[in-house]
């Protein structure tokens, strides 16, 4: 299989993401922030081997796991239709996660700042960027909203993901001015949590709707 540019970038950002933590490791301190409260204050620490590389490997895993989905996936023939979209989110995860590497980074290092604040656009960058990926993804086991509707009906998906787009840009939007109003971060993430129970109720009764409205046999029968 051909790999095309945005997959070269995926393995370079890696690639550069892997040797920053090698030369960034001897210039950590012994304990490095590892964890943030909702207030942007500091309430976990880490021994610098952990700092250093944990998000590297991790992130690591997480492109293995996103470049096998494809392949194991029973209707992997319907991600060629979104391919582009697919590996530009792959991309764009690596990107988010290159840069809070780089954030708790730099705070380990004495810089100031408000991790929420700096956080809160890159998480609106990220889902917006998602919520293209679900205007444009087909049916499968692993990318979208999941539900036994949405994947029992194409219809029920494309209706789902086209409402389910909509809520992601507006996550995105206010997650973003979470740089300026850092509560809105914590507001994009309760309107998340909202959309996502929503759309599960929203693909059962459009699944139920589109039952009612099919002819049954003993009518296509009559017919």
């Excluded at 998000?55 to 392949?71: C, S």
Aim: charged share 15%.
């Amino acid at each position: 299989m051909a790999v095309n540019k945005v997959q070269m970038m995926n393995v370079a950002l890696l690639v550069v993401l892997f040797l920053g933590a090698f030369y960034m490791y001897p210039n950590l301190p012994d304990k490095v922030a590892s964890h943030w409260n909702a207030s942007g204050e500091v309430d976990g620490y880490s021994n610098r081997e952990f700092g250093a590389f944990f998000i590297p490997i991790l992130t690591l895993v997480m492109f293995g796991i996103l470049t096998l989905l494809p392949k194991i996936d029973p209707l992997k023939k319907n991600y060629a239709e979104f391919a582009k979209e697919y590996d530009g989110m792959i991309l764009v995860t690596i990107v988010f996660m290159t840069y809070l590497y780089c954030l708790t980074v730099a705070f380990s290092l004495g810089y100031a700042f408000d991790m929420i604040q700096l956080l809160a656009p890159a998480f609106g960058g990220l889902f917006y960027y998602m919520s293209i990926v679900l205007s444009r993804a087909k049916q499968n086991w692993f990318v979208g909203i999941r539900t036994p509707w949405t994947l029992a009906s194409k219809s029920v998906w494309d209706k789902t993901h086209k409402i389910g787009s909509k809520m992601f840009k507006a996550v995105a939007i206010v997650a973003t001015f979470g740089f300026v109003v850092p509560q809105l971060f914590f507001a994009s993430v309760a309107i998340l949590i909202v959309s996502s129970i929503s759309l599960i109720i929203y693909s059962y009764f459009e699944f139920e709707k589109d039952k009612k409205n099919k002819p049954s046999k003993k009518d296509k029968h009559k017919q």
